[in-house]
C-alpha cells in the first residue's frame, strides 16, 4: 500500500464515520433520562472526553504500528494470533457487514422519505445501490476515497452548523418550563451511577466510528503525526458540535416536549427556523450524514479485512479456505488497493441486508463482541507501548489514566448489555466465536519459516 492520504482526509474519515442519523434522534432519547440542561450538556460532555480517551490510545498504536488494521495487528502483538484472528473473524463475518448493512438500511429508509417512495422495495435497491458506488469509488484508489469523505464530511458540518444557526438565531425560543433540579444526586450512590449509566448507554452510540480511521493507517503520509491529530481534533471538534447542537434543540423545544416527541425533535427545531422547507431540508442533511458514514464504513472495513487475509495467506494454502484467503488479499497492483477485500465486504453487506433487515437487530447483535474486542485492543497499550516504542513516537498524554478511564466505562457498558439484552448479546457471541474452529485449522498450518 502506498502513502496517499493527508490529515484532511484522516480528518475527514474520523469525523465522517461518527457523525451518522444518532445526533438527530439522541437528544429525544436522552430527554426521558434527563430531568435538566444542564444533565444533557453533562452526559454530551462526558461520552465526549471518554470517546476522547479511547481514540487517542488508539493514536497512539497507530503510531506504534502505522499498517491497515491497526486494532488487528495490536491485538496479535499483544495478545497472541487467536486475539487477533478474533477480532477480523468478527468483522469480517460478524460486526463489519452487519454495521454496513445496518446503515445502509438507514440510508434506504430516508432515500424513500426524501425521493417520496414507500416501497420497500426501493429501499432496499437504494441501500444496494449506496454500497455498490462506495466500492466503485474505492476501487479507483485510496485518493478517491478521501477526497469523497473530505467532501460528505463538509457538507454534512455545514449542514449541521446551519441548523444550529437556524435553531438560535431564526427560531423563537421556547418558553422555560423545566425547573433546574438537583434529583439524581438526592437518589444515593447507586441511583446516581444508574442514572450516570443510562444516560451514558443513550449517547455513547452516537460517539461510535472513531475506530474504523485507523484501518486506513497503512495509507497515511507520516502517521506519527497526522493520527493523533485527526483523532484529538476530531473528537473536539465533534464534541463541540453536539454540544452546539443540543444547544440550539433545547432552546427550541423544552426537554418536556422532547420527552413527550422524542423522534420529532429534529424536525421541530428544523420547522421553526426555516418553516416547511426546513423539514424538507433536515431529510436531505439526514440522508447525507448517512450516505457520508456509509462511505467510511466501506472505505475503512477492507482495510481490516485485508490486513487479516493477508497474514494468513499461506496457511490456507491447499485447504478449502485458500482462495477466499487470497481473494480478499488480493492487492490492486495499478492503484495500490485492496481490491479483494472492499468487493468482499460489499458482497457480505449485501447478504447481511438481505439477512437482518433491522438496524436494531443488528446493533444489539455486536454491541457486546465488538465492545470487548475494543476494551481488548486499548488495553493492549499497556503491553505494546515499552516493547514497540521509540522516541520520536506519539506519547499519549495521561497514560495510563487515559486507556484506564476507557476500560472502566466501556467493561460497565458491556456488562449492562449482556444483563438487559442477555439473547441477542449471546447470539452475537456465537458468531463470533463460530470463528475458533477455523483458527484450529489455520493454527495446524503454519508455514515452514515459522516453526523455528
Request: charged share 10%; hydrophobic share 55%.
Amino acid at each position: 500500500m502506498q502513502r496517499k492520504l493527508g490529515l484532511s482526509a484522516v480528518l475527514a474519515v474520523v469525523m465522517g464515520d461518527m457523525i451518522g442519523s444518532g445526533i438527530f434522534f439522541t437528544p429525544g432519547e436522552l430527554a426521558a433520562v434527563a430531568t435538566a440542561p444542564w444533565q444533557v450538556y453533562f452526559f454530551w460532555s462526558l461520552c465526549g472526553v471518554i470517546t476522547l480517551c479511547g481514540a487517542l490510545t488508539l493514536a497512539e498504536l497507530s503510531a506504534l504500528i502505522p499498517k491497515a488494521g491497526v486494532s488487528y495487528h495490536a491485538l496479535t502483538e499483544a495478545y497472541g494470533p487467536f486475539a487477533g484472528f478474533m477480532q477480523a473473524w468478527m468483522m469480517i463475518l460478524v460486526s463489519g457487514p452487519g454495521a454496513i448493512a445496518g446503515v445502509a438500511i438507514l440510508f434506504g429508509e430516508l432515500a424513500n422519505e426524501v425521493f417520496g417512495s414507500g416501497s420497500s422495495n426501493m429501499q432496499f435497491i437504494w441501500a444496494v445501490a449506496a454500497i455498490s458506488l462506495f466500492a466503485l469509488i474505492n476501487l479507483r484508489g485510496a485518493e478517491w476515497g478521501g477526497r469523497t469523505q473530505v467532501v460528505l464530511t463538509t457538507v454534512k458540518i455545514v449542514g449541521l452548523i446551519a441548523l444550529v444557526a437556524g435553531g438560535l438565531f431564526f427560531a423563537a425560543p421556547a418558553a422555560d418550563t423545566a425547573a433546574s433540579t438537583t434529583e439524581p444526586l438526592q437518589q444515593g450512590l447507586l441511583g446516581f451511577l444508574r442514572f450516570i449509566g443510562l444516560g451514558v448507554a443513550i449517547v455513547l452510540f452516537t460517539y461510535d466510528g472513531w475506530i474504523d480511521a485507523s484501518n486506513i493507517a497503512g495509507e497515511v503520509k507520516n502517521p506519527n503525526r497526522n493520527f493523533p491529530l485527526a483523532m484529538g481534533i476530531g473528537i473536539v471538534v465533534i464534541t463541540l458540535i453536539y454540544l452546539l447542537v443540543n444547544y440550539a434543540f433545547l432552546r427550541v423545544v423544552p426537554l418536556e416536549a422532547m420527552r413527550a416527541n422524542p423522534t420529532l425533535v429534529a424536525p421541530m427545531v428544523a420547522e421553526a427556523a426555516f418553516g416547511e422547507k426546513g423539514g424538507m431540508a433536515l431529510g436531505l442533511l439526514m440522508w447525507i450524514s448517512i450516505f457520508g458514514a456509509l462511505g467510511g464504513l466501506i472505505m475503512t472495513l477492507p482495510r481490516l479485512y485485508y490486513a487479516a487475509a493477508s497474514e494468513y495467506v499461506d496457511r490456507a494454502k491447499g485447504r478449502w479456505l485458500g482462495p477466499p484467503f487470497r481473494a480478499i488479499a488480493h492487492l490492486s497492483p495499478g492503484r495500490s488497493v485492496p481490491s479483494g477485500a472492499i468487493v468482499f465486504a460489499a458482497g457480505v453487506s449485501i447478504a447481511a441486508l438481505m439477512f437482518f433487515g433491522s438496524f436494531s437487530r443488528i446493533v444489539t447483535f455486536f454491541v457486546v463482541p465488538f465492545q470487548f474486542m475494543n476494551i481488548l485492543m486499548v488495553s493492549s497499550i499497556f503491553r505494546l507501548r515499552k516493547r514497540l516504542s521509540s522516541p520520536d513516537t506519539f506519547k499519549l498524554p495521561g497514560y495510563p489514566i487515559v486507556p484506564a478511564v476507557f476500560i472502566f466505562v466501556m467493561t460497565l457498558f458491556l456488562l449492562a448489555a449482556l444483563v438487559y439484552n442477555p439473547l441477542d448479546s449471546m447470539i452475537g457471541i456465537a458468531l463470533t466465536l463460530a470463528g475458533a474452529p477455523v483458527y484450529r485449522v489455520l493454527a495446524r498450518a503454519r508455514p515452514e519459516a515459522s516453526r523455528g
